[in-house]
């Protein structure tokens, strides 16, 4: 079997200034201050790693070690400063649930709106409404302005959209923890579904439980570095005894 | 090439549902809805024909649809560009979460305000059909040419829309200043004022000259009111403007639109 997803050497870099040039004037004053060249700072460095399809990778890491952002380069999101990111296939992207929503209209017309930000077709929504409802349990609520609903309930539906039609690559980033416990089975559940079906996922979760249970190889990243890329058991071992011990 | 027409074909659906959702928003709780987009020119018709037909006096032959056609042509590009620039820092969210290719913001805005202008042109027929009526003006199959001049209008936008969209995401002065340039833009289009009154002012008329939007007025009111089709240097020239704005913006926005990312 190929890979899904091939990262070579990819590195992001973000100008860290403590405030956003963007007015002429702030842009003059700082031309002259010799203030514009910001300081620089790698959000990832050289990070390569390739995911086999119908593989469950995941990431680990503290908070700011670059996960997200390893993701949006993924995803397509972020263009990397350095390297290159390789992907096959269709990719639902779950980096925020509900990101796409317009909370003025209703569940009904964000199915719609929200399905074709993931670029599926007029004709698959319609095929698939009814089944996206029913597994977002809104059945009575499908009229309603979406911000009249719940975040519970908000990201029941996203999560239904972005998945019921079978992504070739699915990513998930620290979004399985919305929700109350039956959702998050479902939604586990969901996912095995379409992980026996050939998709390819990549997870960043919080609860290293769900990683271990879920995944098969796991990528530890610290300070946008890889530290460590294996096994499941190997790497969330040596990870839980680092945060425990730091 | 192909792929990027595949992958425009694949968020066409998009821009159906951004173009229905902003309908929609635009609409809402109003009791006449659209009928807004036709209801307003002809109110705000109503007003500037009172007021230029007595106080200032200007001899224009059927003033209201002279003034009516003006503004359709000048408020489709204003409103639309206007609402291009803020695309894509509007949509932050959005380009932060999914990908989606982004050229679709400022697009949609532009053909969301096309659609308007299409409900807006029935303002036009009834007028043009009241002064028929009149024994004022004469139907003509030019009429049916209307839509060239708004074509060569929309692909200018297009192009314009999607430079001004990228500049703004790096320098946010450009909200501030595009409003001053819209109403200097609108005095340097003959929308109100006739083409002979800036006989007492010979040097406007180079810069007038420069301006697109001249040129697509002037074009749609040959069509539409004085039954002339405009010959191929007139066409020739608004081509121009439209392809030299979509090459420039597409160009610029292409260049710059990995980089929005960071600042918005
Ligand atoms: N657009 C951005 N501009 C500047 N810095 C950023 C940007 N996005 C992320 N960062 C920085 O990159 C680092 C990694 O962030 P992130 O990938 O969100 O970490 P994680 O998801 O692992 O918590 C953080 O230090 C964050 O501040
Ligand atoms: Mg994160």
Not at chain 1, 87 to 110: C, K, Q
Not at chain 2, 5 to 34: A, C, H, M, P, W
Not at chain 2, 51 to 74: A, D, K, M
Request: net charge neutral.
């Amino acid at each position: 079997m190929g890979n899904a997803v091939e990262v070579s050497n990819v590195s992001m870099r973000f100008n860290m200034s403590k405030d956003k040039v963007d007015s002429i004037k702030e842009y003059m004053i700082r031309l002259v201050k010799r203030q514009l060249f910001f300081e620089e700072f790698w959000a990832l460095k050289e990070v390569s790693f390739s995911v086999e399809k119908g593989d469950v990778f995941g990431i680990v890491g503290l908070n700011g070690s670059g996960k997200s952002t390893l993701l949006k380069t993924i995803s397509g999101i972020l263009k990397p400063t350095e390297g290159r990111v390789y992907t096959e296939g269709v990719i639902s992207p779950m980096i925020e649930l509900g990101a796409g929503f317009d909370t003025d209209l209703t569940a009904r017309e964000n199915v719609f709106l929200n399905g074709s930000v993931l670029g599926f077709s007029r004709a698959q929504m319609k095929e698939k409404f009814d089944e996206i409802v029913e597994f977002a349990e809104l059945q009575e609520f499908v009229d309603v302005a979406v911000k009249n609903f719940s975040s519970g309930m908000v990201a029941r539906l996203a999560f239904s959209i972005a998945t019921v039609i079978k992504p070739d690559i699915l990513i998930v980033d620290e979004i399985l923890a919305v929700g109350d416990f039956l959702f998050q089975q479902k939604c586990e559940q969901r996912i095995q579904e379409l992980m026996s079906g050939g998709t390819t996922v990549l997870i960043v979760s919080h609860s290293i439980e769900q990683i271990e249970r879920l995944c098969h190889r796991v990528l530890w990243l610290e300070h946008g570095r890889m530290r460590m890329l294996g096994d499941t058991q190997e790497v969330c071992g040596l990870y839980k005894q680092a945060t425990r011990d730091g | 090439m192909k792929k990027q027409l595949q992958t425009f074909l694949k968020y066409r659906f998009l821009l159906e549902n951004l173009i229905s959702r902003d309908l929609k928003v635009k609409y809402r709780r109003s009791v006449l809805g659209l009928c807004w987009s036709i209801l307003n020119p002809l109110l705000m018709m109503l007003i500037i024909t009172a007021v230029f037909s007595t106080i200032f006096r200007f001899e224009v032959e059927n003033f209201s649809i002279y003034y009516l056609t003006g503004w359709l042509i000048f408020n489709f590009v204003s409103e639309s560009t206007t609402a291009a620039l803020q695309s894509i820092v509007n949509s932050a969210t959005l380009i932060k979460k999914v990908y989606i290719p982004k050229y679709i913001f400022p697009l949609e805005k532009i053909l969301f305000s096309f659609v308007n202008m299409f409900f807006s042109m029935i303002a036009v027929a009834i007028m043009i059909a009241v002064a028929c009526l009149m024994g004022n003006m004469q139907l003509s199959w030019t009429m049916l040419l209307f839509p060239v001049p708004m074509l060569y209008a929309l692909v200018f936008c297009i192009g314009f829309g999607m430079l001004i969209a990228a500049i703004n995401v790096f320098f946010r002065d450009m909200g501030h200043l595009y409003s001053v340039c819209v109403t200097a833009w609108m005095y340097l289009t003959p929308i109100i004022y006739p083409m002979e009154a800036l006989d007492r002012a010979q040097w406007v008329l180079p810069i007038i000259k420069c301006n697109p939007l001249y040129y697509y007025v002037t074009y749609f009111r040959d069509v539409v009111m004085y039954n002339t089709v405009p010959g191929p240097a007139d066409n020739l020239i608004c081509i121009g403007f439209s392809l030299a704005f979509l090459l420039l913006g597409g160009w610029v926005f292409k260049r710059t639109q990995d980089r929005f990312i960071l600042h918005i």
